[in-house]
């Protein structure tokens, strides 16, 4: 079975500073996916970034951007130039990936960071 | 393009009702998958379906059911209330199976079991 564990409840950063969000997860899978997602208060969660198992680049959207480190099994999301916008709870989620008729769209989630941008 | 709505947005319910949750997934999409959200245990994954079949279920009692019709549309079910089931309920649609397929969540419907 698979597991993500995000240690970081909560956590803080000032308006156009950076900050990094911590991501562990255990599987014996090869293939995967992994993601971070972004829920608002209130307001519906939407995809944030995601990355490729098999792909040793780390991917990134913007200001986003992860420290992808297959071998320990981090995946962890950096958030540049912080913005009032970006406060919100903040999940890592896994997907394994299956071939054809295995096909599937189950997401494993942490905890969740919950993360508050300061003016 | 309108976004995946669920139906409906806020319940409140008795120990050993049961209850009917909807999801209208995004024109196009025929994949819908459940999540439970809640403080304690997080999200969680409920079903999927695709095309009208359940592909996928996740580790809830058989109170917890659900189905899709042709349109897409998918209900989910939860019988003989629990204090436990209070939750927020959200789903996501996707246009297919796999990662190629962004999922694209709703959002959510809260219940209240008194």
């Known amino acids: 079975a698979q597991t993500v564990t995000q240690s970081q409840p909560e956590m803080s950063v000032q308006e156009a500073e950076t900050v990094t969000l911590s991501c562990t997860y255990d599987?014996?899978?090869?293939?995967?996916?992994l993601f971070w997602y972004k829920q608002p208060p209130s307001r519906q969660m939407i995809l944030v970034i995601r990355q490729e198992a098999y792909k040793q680049q780390n991917a990134t959207e913007n200001r986003f951007s992860v420290n992808f480190q297959k071998a320990a099994k981090s995946f962890s999301l950096k958030i540049s130039d912080s913005q009032l916008g970006d406060t919100a709870m903040y999940f890592c989620?896994?997907?394994?990936?299956?071939?054809?008729?295995?096909?599937?769209?189950?997401?494993?989630f942490g905890t969740g960071t919950l993360l508050a941008v300061q003016p | 393009k309108a976004g995946v709505t669920q139906t409906p947005r806020y319940l409140i319910k008795t120990r050993g009702q049961q209850v009917t949750l909807s999801c209208s997934p995004i024109?196009?999409?025929?994949?819908v998958s459940w999540y439970q959200q809640t403080p304690g245990q997080g999200l969680q994954f409920l079903f999927e379906y695709f095309s009208e079949t359940q592909r996928n279920k996740g580790n809830f009692p058989g109170r917890f059911s659900g189905r899709q019709f042709s349109n897409s549309r998918s209900e989910m079910n939860v019988s003989t209330l629990e204090l436990g089931d209070s939750a927020l309920y959200l789903c996501?649609?996707?246009?297919?199976?796999?990662?190629?397929?962004?999922?694209?969540f709703g959002p959510g419907t809260r219940l209240t079991v008194l």
């Open positions: 996501a649609s996707s246009l297919g199976l796999g990662v190629r397929s962004e999922q694209f």
């Open positions: 989620a896994f997907m394994k990936h299956e071939n054809y008729g295995g096909a599937t769209n189950k997401l494993i």
């Open positions: 599987t014996s899978e090869n293939n995967y996916y």
């Open positions: 024109s196009g999409h025929r994949s």
